[in-house]
């Protein structure tokens, strides 16, 4: 039987869609696509000029929330709220393994969204990288009344 931290991992490596939440001079949301690692690393493209990648670049501190969207009102809750450190990856080898990995779970864009193109400039995407130091993992079929696990890293 899995334990739950492994089933933590296939939750959230069957989803795609995260919010992102950022603080510089105001608050900030952003959705974005994202990939994970198996150290429950997680990551996403976006441009170094949206607010949500400037407060990243000033400060580091992130939190996200992820679900399915596709629950209804009625259905036993599943998602994560989490909370931790972001940056802008920059390191080729693990920029390279990150996009291929983020093409493969988001086909159809690897023409645009690729190595070459951020290395000459043709995209101002880079690659960030969010680092959990907690994750709360709302699962109400899993576990019942509790409701919820909090995972520290």
């Avoid at 407060?55 to 679900?67: D, Q, R, T, V, Y």
């Avoid at 994750?135 to 109400?140: L, T, V």
Wanted: one cysteine or more; a positive charge.
């Amino acid at each position: 039987m899995k334990n739950t931290k492994q089933r933590l991992l296939e939750y959230l490596k069957g989803l795609k869609f995260m919010s992102v939440a950022t603080h510089d001079k105001h608050l900030w949301t952003a959705w974005v696509y994202y990939v994970i690692d198996d150290d429950f690393n997680l990551y996403f493209v976006s441009q170094p000029d949206t607010d949500h990648c400037k407060s990243i670049l000033k400060n580091g501190e992130i939190a996200c929330a992820i679900a399915d969207s596709h629950q209804n009102v009625t259905d036993k809750k599943v998602g994560i709220q989490l909370y931790g450190t972001a940056s802008q990856l920059t390191d080729l080898q693990q920029l390279r393994w990150m996009l291929n990995l983020w093409n493969k779970v988001n086909p159809g864009i690897d023409k645009i969204i690729n190595l070459k193109n951020i290395q000459k400039k043709i995209i101002k995407s880079r690659v960030f990288k969010v680092v959990p130091q907690k994750i709360k993992w709302f699962n109400e079929e899993l576990y019942k009344e509790k409701e919820f696990e909090v995972f520290h890293f």
